[in-house]
Every structure is written in structure tokens, then in C-alpha cells.
């Protein structure tokens, strides 16, 4: 199937900085892609659609200016955590679509202390 | 978004076919069934997509009845490896798709 990469796949920081997720489609192009979360013995949450060239649309209840998403490309979403805090640890997942199926990427543990 | 419903958790045999099934009575006409699989620490894996009727492919086999009310995800001769959380989605499908994920079904392979 299509493969769909995350950077990092772990990460650690203090509460008050920033972290960048990156979400890659490795061979091909998505124009859409989706960001979610996944807290412990939970199921996945949308959290955002990212567009590229435009801007991204949030789910309710979803802080746009604390997840900052950028679609600067067809191969790459960005998502930052602006100003985590340790209730943002979390698993974060990418999903891409290619042509009638979404891919998801490894995903990416923060933990936040 | 269709709502789905499965079984919480599930438990079988190494060697043993399971089948696991959701309800989805609000499917609508343009809907698509998708089941995806999910390990601990990993992101959902595509397994298998249908509208209809029967479709099999090398991992699984996924059945619908007429009405599409509900949907059966078989996969034969389960070993351990396959102890994870499937998760039954009914949406549109294509690129621009949302997917909304219920609370999945944990199944268990024990020797």
C-alpha cells in the first residue's frame, strides 16, 4: 500500500516549548491530509484536515492557534504544538489519501513534562 | 457520518477463523466499509474496503449483506500476530474523506 512517514516518532519536552510533527506522503501526492490523536486505550480523534495551499479546517473543540498545521506542500503536513503542556501528550497520527483508501502514518508519541 | 457498533473485545485460538461484525444501520447510499488494523504504538493499517456483497483479498474477507446494515470482517486461520484493535469505519471514500473511528474491537489470540 501507499506509505505515509512521520518525524519524529518520539519526542520529549518540557511544558512551555513548541514541537514540530511532520507528516509525509513518500510516493504520492496528497492534496488532504489528517491529523489525529489517540490517548491511551482510546480510539483515534480527528483533530484537523490539512489543505494544501490553504488553510487548515479543526475539528470542534480543537484549539487552532495551539495545533498549528501547515500544508506547504503535496507530500507534506506539518503539525506544531505550540506552548505544550503535559495534557497534549498524546499519540499523534497522519493519514493521507490515495485514490479510494486513507493511509496512516507510524505515528508520533509526545510526552510533555 | 454513519455510526458503528462492534463487539469491545474479542478472544480466540491460534488457527481459528474470526469474525467480527459491525452494525452500521445509518449507512448511507454512497458509504463505503472499511476495516483497519492497529497495533499498539502504531498507526491504523488499511486491511480491506467494500461496498457490497463479498470481497476477499490475501489478508482478510469482508461480507455485506444486501440491506448493508452491518458488515463481517473474517480473517482465517488467526495467529498471535493478529492480536489488535480492528476498527470498522462507514464513510465516502476518496481523498478528501473524513474517517471517524469508533471504539474498535481488541482481539486477542492466545496459543
Known amino acids: 500500500g501507499a506509505v505515509v512517514s512521520q518525524h519524529p516518532s518520539r519526542v520529549i519536552c518540557k511544558s512551555g516549548t513548541s514541537v514540530k510533527i511532520e507528516c509525509r506522503s513518500l510516493d504520492f501526492q496528497a492534496t488532504t491530509m489528517f491529523w489525529y490523536r489517540q490517548f491511551p486505550k482510546q480510539s483515534l480523534m480527528l483533530m484537523a484536515t490539512?489543505?494544501?495551499?490553504?488553510?487548515?479546517?479543526?475539528e470542534q473543540g480543537v484549539e487552532k492557534d495551539k495545533f498549528l498545521i501547515n500544508h506547504a506542500s503535496l507530500t507534506l503536513s506539518t503539525l506544531t504544538v505550540t506552548s505544550a503542556h503535559p495534557e497534549d501528550s498524546s499519540f499523534y497520527i497522519c493519514s493521507a489519501g490515495r485514490t479510494d483508501t486513507q493511509y496512516f502514518g507510524p505515528g508520533t508519541r509526545l510526552t510533555v513534562l | 457520518l454513519a455510526k458503528t457498533t462492534q463487539p469491545i473485545s474479542m478472544d480466540s485460538y491460534e488457527g481459528q477463523e474470526v469474525n467480527i461484525t459491525c452494525s452500521h444501520n445509518n449507512i448511507a447510499t454512497n458509504d463505503y466499509i472499511t476495516w483497519y488494523q492497529q497495533f499498539p504504538s502504531q498507526g491504523p493499517r488499511f486491511i480491506i474496503q467494500?461496498?457490497?456483497t463479498k470481497v476477499t483479498n490475501e489478508v482478510a474477507s469482508l461480507f455485506i449483506p444486501a440491506d448493508r446494515k452491518s458488515s463481517t470482517l473474517s480473517l482465517p486461520r488467526v495467529s498471535l500476530s493478529d492480536t489488535a484493535v480492528y476498527y470498522c469505519?462507514?464513510?465516502?471514500?476518496?481523498?478528501?474523506?473524513?474517517?471517524?473511528f469508533g471504539t474498535g474491537t481488541r482481539l486477542q489470540v492466545t496459543l
Open positions: 467494500g461496498y457490497k
Open positions: 469505519l462507514v464513510g465516502l471514500t476518496g481523498t478528501a474523506s473524513k474517517l471517524t
Open positions: 490539512s489543505n494544501e495551499g490553504s488553510k487548515a479546517t479543526y
